[in-house]
């Protein structure tokens, strides 16, 4: 009778330990998923905040007279930032589905082993009934025959008593860890039918802006001889500005030699020649990529870096050696770095420029109504250089940004931060 009780509490240990693993690996699990929960909040809240800020924009535009390009064009970043919208609700969705899958079974886990732990304490209350009386323990003890083996059996006894304290406390511990699991599987189903209404109202809001755009496509491509004309005034103004930088860094290149022979310094022909200071400044530029601040507090991307394909225009390319990004009407462009004011410049169909050298980098500011500095002053980061220019025509008010190194047009967007 002995052996089998003994076998059974042995069994029941085991249970109890398999079980206390699982129980102990639980918490660890919960810190990444509730990481992961929070990175893809933080992304669906910055893409909010962006088309929050477009549909500003997009109402600012509409308020004109036409229908004009900004106006297709806000509404093109308005269905990319929906589409990525989308996408991280989906993915939220989807993480969140995991983890009501994980918490599922997890629940089936612990009230099996629930079970288990009752079924085994139940036997051992049975047992206790069976051998309640102090003649029955001492009939077992005396029974022994030697010594070692009473002592044994007394220490099975006092072993046995404590086992089933633990087991009943292990069961008590067990139900409220399951209630816990199964309240938190509650609150995701909350959250996921939250999210599934958000995506809902997503997808019916991507449809309608799709249906806009298609409608002002239709309407622009019958004034394709007018946006032509537009077209090319705008391809001047870049080729102009282009053209402007390359003369600077010439100059700038040319000048900076001739002073660093005049200072007995060594000269590699086809560079600037930086002093010191510039090359630390040129270095601390460098190391920044991706972490530079907006040029405008207030803002979203809607003309990209490279040859793309015209909105409306059949069959045509069109060329930025930058990157557009469109702001609200009074927006103030600034530094997104420090460095030295090499040139202010006026570009015809471009409004003012302001080139900012930092060592062997320029940072371009085009599109400004009004400029706060001049050629030789030092700015700090962050800090307002002019006014962004609004188009009156379209409501469009944007700043044109680009970065050079020596004659390499660089991409913006590769330097400015992902978020603001």
């Known amino acids: 009778m002995a052996g ?25 699990a919960a810190p990444a998923q509730t990481q992961s929960r929070e990175a893809l909040e933080r992304d669906k809240q910055n893409i909010e905040r962006e088309i929050r800020l477009i549909n500003e924009m997009l109402q600012e535009t509409k308020k004109t007279a036409e229908v004009g390009m900004n106006q297709l064009v806000m509404l093109n970043t308005q269905i990319t930032r929906r589409e990525s919208l989308l996408r991280a609700i989906n993915n ?61 059996r007394l220490r099975y006894l006092q072993e046995y008593a404590r086992h089933r304290q633990l087991q009943a406390e292990k069961i008590v511990k067990t139900q409220k860890t399951l209630q816990q699991e199964i309240a938190r599987l509650e609150e995701q189903k909350i959250q996921q039918e939250k999210l599934r209404a958000e995506q809902q109202q997503s997808m019916q809001e991507l449809n309608r802006e799709k249906g806009e755009q298609d409608q002002t496509i239709r309407q622009l491509r019958r004034r394709e001889q007018e946006l032509m004309q537009r077209l090319r005034q705008q391809e001047r103004a870049r080729q102009d500005l282009q053209h402007n930088i390359e003369r600077i860094i010439a100059e700038e290149r040319r000048r900076s030699q001739e002073q660093a022979r005049a200072e007995g310094r060594t000269v590699t022909p086809g560079t600037y020649a930086l002093t010191p200071e510039e090359q630390l400044l040129s270095n601390n530029f460098a190391e920044n990529k991706g972490k530079l601040p907006w040029p405008v507090e207030r803002g979203v991307i809607t003309g990209s870096f490279g040859e793309q394909p015209h909105p409306v225009l059949r069959n045509i390319k069109i060329v930025n050696n930058g990157i557009d990004i469109a702001s609200v009407p009074g927006a103030k462009a600034r530094a997104i770095f420090e460095g030295t004011v090499s040139r202010v410049i006026t570009v015809p169909g471009a409004y003012n420029a302001v080139i900012i050298r930092h060592g062997e980098y320029l940072t371009v500011y085009s599109n400004l109504a009004q400029v706060s500095v001049q050629s030789g002053d030092k700015v700090n980061i962050r800090q307002e250089i002019g006014t962004v220019a609004t188009d009156s025509r379209e409501g469009k008010t944007h700043v044109h940004l680009e970065v050079w190194k020596g004659n390499d047009k660089l991409n913006p967007a590769d330097w400015i931060a992902s978020q603001r």
């Open 92 to 152: 939220e969705i989807s993480l969140i589905n995991r983890r009501i899958e994980t918490q599922t079974r997890t629940i089936e886990e612990l009230r099996q082993e629930l079970e288990e732990l009752r079924a085994s304490y139940a036997k051992m209350v049975q047992y206790a009934w069976l051998t309640r009386s102090n003649y029955q323990r001492m009939a077992f003890l005396f029974s022994s025959n030697s010594f070692n083996q009473a002592y044994m």
């Open 4 to 28: 089998s009780i003994y076998t059974k509490f042995r069994i029941s240990r085991l249970a109890c330990t398999a079980l206390l693993t699982g129980l102990l690996l639980l918490p660890w």
